[in-house]
């Protein structure tokens, strides 16, 4: 399946280059900002998301400024805030997961004409999430979800990555294609690599520290922004 999908991202991104020639859509100029919301059929990248298995799952909300036909910087956004995550809690106990992505960066683009625009990107990743429970009858956990089976009382037990909140800091190469239908629409397809540094949340229990963080790196494709609906706002 994963295979049909990338071919069919290539046939997109074959047919709007062609479509240049045929279409003779409106090319983004100086001083035009864009906004833009990108998706993916691929489940999210790494660990640093929650998983998603939905036919289009939600990238980012992107902005774009054109300080010329050549350069252009962005910023994309990506948030989500959970309480009561399903299965982890009983009546008199909250969780509250929260998540964020910031990416600004730098688009330079190699080719601006006839509507169709090619780049390559680089953007800065700042990442994040945030976990705590508190409960009337039980302990109040910061760091991290406890989970089934969990006991205070072992120190050394491990939390799963996906359950534990997290700093991180790293960058992303990408390439991407947009055709402008008109001054105002566009779509587009982008895809790069990634790499993620950080440390996972201090675990505390009741105020007290229970488990340090620890360091992590990450690194592979970017396929979360693999296309892109966009308009002009300005």
């Known amino acids: 399946m994963k295979k049909l999908l990338m071919v069919s991202l290539m046939v997109f991104l074959t047919s709007i280059t062609y479509a240049q020639d045929d279409s003779g859509g409106t090319s983004p100029e100086s001083g035009e900002l864009l906004i833009e919301i ?10 640093i998301y929650s998983s998603n298995t939905t036919l289009l799952n939600f990238g980012q909300f992107r ?12 910023l994309g956004i990506w948030f989500s805030i959970d309480d009561n995550k399903d299965g982890m809690t009983t009546p008199d106990a909250t969780v509250t997961i929260s998540q964020y992505m ?9 080719i601006n004409e006839n509507g169709f625009t ?35 009382t072992q120190p050394n037990q491990s939390f799963s990555f996906e359950n534990r909140g997290f700093f991180g800091i790293g960058a992303m190469g990408a390439v991407g294609a947009d055709f ?18 950080g440390k996972s949340s201090d675990v ?16 592979g494709v970017k396929t979360s922004n693999s296309f892109r609906i966009g308009f002009k706002l300005l």
């Open 180 to 197: 402008h239908f008109t001054s105002r629409f566009y779509m587009g397809a982008e895809i790069g690599f990634y790499f993620v540094t």
């Open 102 to 110: 910031f990416t600004p960066g730098m688009e330079y683009h190699f």
């Open 204 to 219: 505390e229990i009741d105020g007290t520290l229970y488990q340090e963080g620890i360091k992590f790196f990450e690194s």
């Open 38 to 47: 990108t998706t993916s059929p691929f489940s999210r990248d790494g660990n």
């Open 63 to 74: 902005a774009r400024y054109f300080l010329n036909e050549a350069l252009v910087p962005r």
């Open 118 to 152: 090619s780049y390559a990107a680089l953007d800065v990743i700042i990442t994040g999430r945030s976990v705590k429970q508190l409960s009337e009858t039980d302990s109040d956990i910061s760091g991290a979800l406890p989970g089934s089976g969990f006991t205070p």
